[in-house]
């Protein structure tokens, strides 16, 4: 096991070690994409990975800067058009996992990615908005959500839902008629977060390496709730590290 490594390589590696092999995942572009391309290149060779533009199947030989770069098409199995990609993959439930980022999420796994401050018309921040990610939320069998953790990011309230997680908690997205589990993993530079089974609130259960309670306790906008039983997550060995690195190396 490598010691040499960030903390953001940690929270990398650790996204991609949560893909098993042969799923089909709906890849979100940045960091999902990033740890999707490495799980591929390393534990798990027959991860599907789908984007949003159309592309099922794609091996992109370095990662892509947007849904629309054209090394995912050129490496696809196959190119469909957006509507077949929603409409007969993602929102009918054959999609394994959607991989999620975002600008806030709250203690229930919502996700906003529209604005911050203000209202929707008059924000002080407008964010590239929805795009697929709703969807992916609504309707893959499982989610998984990769973000840096801090008070910005990790809030009591969202500015703006974007995307459903578990509402205001356990029954909601049963109410809503949503067809997915919703986010089973919150994957952080700090942590590792999942939903309480009773209540759905996220609680910390697993600690980066260096990383205290402490410390994700002040990072979470709310009183985080931590496992009774924490574990510890292993380090990157140095075959991830250089995968991860040869990936970043090739943009």
């Not at 490598?2 to 991609?16: G, K, L």
């Not at 995942?25 to 740890?35: D, K, N, Q």
Request: hydrophobic share 40%.
């Amino acid at each position: 096991m490598s010691q040499d490594f960030t903390a953001d390589e940690m929270m990398t590696v650790a996204a991609a070690r949560s893909l098993e092999d042969g799923a089909k995942c709906f890849v979100g572009i940045g960091l999902p994409s990033t740890a999707a391309n490495l799980a591929r290149r390393t534990h798990a060779p027959e991860l599907v990975l789908i984007y949003e533009s159309g592309t099922l199947g794609a091996k992109p030989d370095r990662l892509p800067l947007s849904i629309g770069d054209g090394v995912l098409a050129d490496t696809a199995d196959s190119v469909i058009s957006v509507p077949e990609i929603f409409n007969y993959w993602l929102q009918p439930g054959r999609i394994d996992i959607g991989f999620l980022g975002g600008a806030q999420v709250d203690r229930f796994g919502n996700i906003n990615t529209t604005v911050i401050g203000g209202d929707y018309r008059n924000p002080k921040v407008r964010l590239p908005g929805a795009g697929g990610a709703p969807e992916i939320a609504a309707s893959c069998r499982e989610v998984l959500i990769v973000m840096r953790m801090s008070p910005r990011s990790f809030v009591d309230e969202l500015d703006f839902v974007t995307s459903v997680g578990y509402g205001r908690g356990k029954g909601d997205r049963e109410e809503l008629g949503l067809r997915g589990r919703g986010p089973v993993k919150v994957i952080t530079d700090l942590g590792v977060l999942r939903p309480d089974p009773e209540t759905c609130e996220l609680t910390l259960t697993a600690l980066s390496p260096g990383a205290t309670v402490e410390q994700a306790r002040q990072a979470a906008g709310w009183e985080l709730a931590v496992a009774d039983e924490l574990a510890q997550q292993q380090p990157p060995t140095d075959t991830e590290l250089r995968v991860l690195r040869e990936l970043k190396a090739a943009v």
